[in-house]
């Protein structure tokens, strides 16, 4: 028996629209799991104001919006710091040149990492973890900053918009709308006690439905 999986709706969806796959013969496993192990939570600390977004330096993964929301944010919060973590993907027609975020680097508007090892250590520094993604399967970056707890903000996108209720755990805002971005980091980073509330209920929510025990329990349950 054929059984095609998808890791969200929207994907489905369109898979079910231009192909002869019947519904039935489908199944929703919503990502690959995270070791909840790995990201354990740690206290917000409020005497920092950083924003991360974690991902290939790719523009689809929305990073202009991310420099450009940096850029308003700066001129409200002067000591706000965001930064970019992940490889440049060469090859890939999406990726953003070295020499670009080197120039955001040299100009104190992002401060890019490139690809770092301890991740964990990452979402530990950041008060607000952001992913104005373009479009995504299950980002397992949104599923780890929630272990982590820390409050998320992503875009009302396919794959983004299955990790986040909005004003629960995060907020989902439209695709490439720096402006609104910029105005929803600036109120979680003046609403310590929003930050710390929405970093709790999101931990609780990825535990409930995203660590590696549930979903590899819902693949063995489609194998057997």
């Not at 929207?10 to 079910?16: A, C, E, N, P």
């Not at 990452?122 to 008060?127: F, L, V």
């Not at 970056?141 to 299955?162: M, N, Q, Y």
Request: net charge neutral; glycine share 8%.
């Amino acid at each position: 028996r054929q059984t095609v999986i998808f890791q969200n709706n929207d994907d489905r969806t369109d898979f079910l629209k231009y192909t002869i796959l019947k519904r039935e013969k489908t199944r929703i496993v919503r990502g690959s799991g995270v070791d909840k192990n790995k990201f354990p939570y740690t206290e917000i600390n409020y005497g920092s104001k950083t924003i991360v977004l974690i991902g290939r330096m790719l523009w689809d993964k929305g990073v202009r919006c991310f420099v450009e929301s940096a850029k308003l944010v700066k001129s409200k919060l002067p000591n706000a710091k965001f930064i970019l973590v992940g490889p440049v993907d060469e090859g890939n027609p999406s990726s953003i040149p070295i020499s670009m975020l080197e120039n955001w680097n040299e100009n104190n508007i992002v401060e890019w990492r490139g690809n770092v090892r301890d991740i964990a250590s990452i979402y530990k520094d950041a008060n607000i973890v952001v992913l104005p993604s373009h479009r995504e399967g299950l980002p397992k970056t949104l599923i780890e900053a929630g272990l982590s707890g820390r409050p998320v903000i992503t875009t009302d996108v396919p794959g983004c918009r299955d990790v986040v209720i909005n004003g629960m755990n995060g907020f989902i805002i439209p695709k490439d709308d720096a402006g609104l971005l910029s105005e929803k980091i600036i109120y979680l980073l003046t609403n310590k006690d929003l930050q710390t509330k929405m970093g709790i209920d999101g931990r609780d929510y990825v535990l409930n439905n995203f660590t590696t025990d549930i979903i590899m329990e819902e693949m063995l349950n489609i194998i057997e």
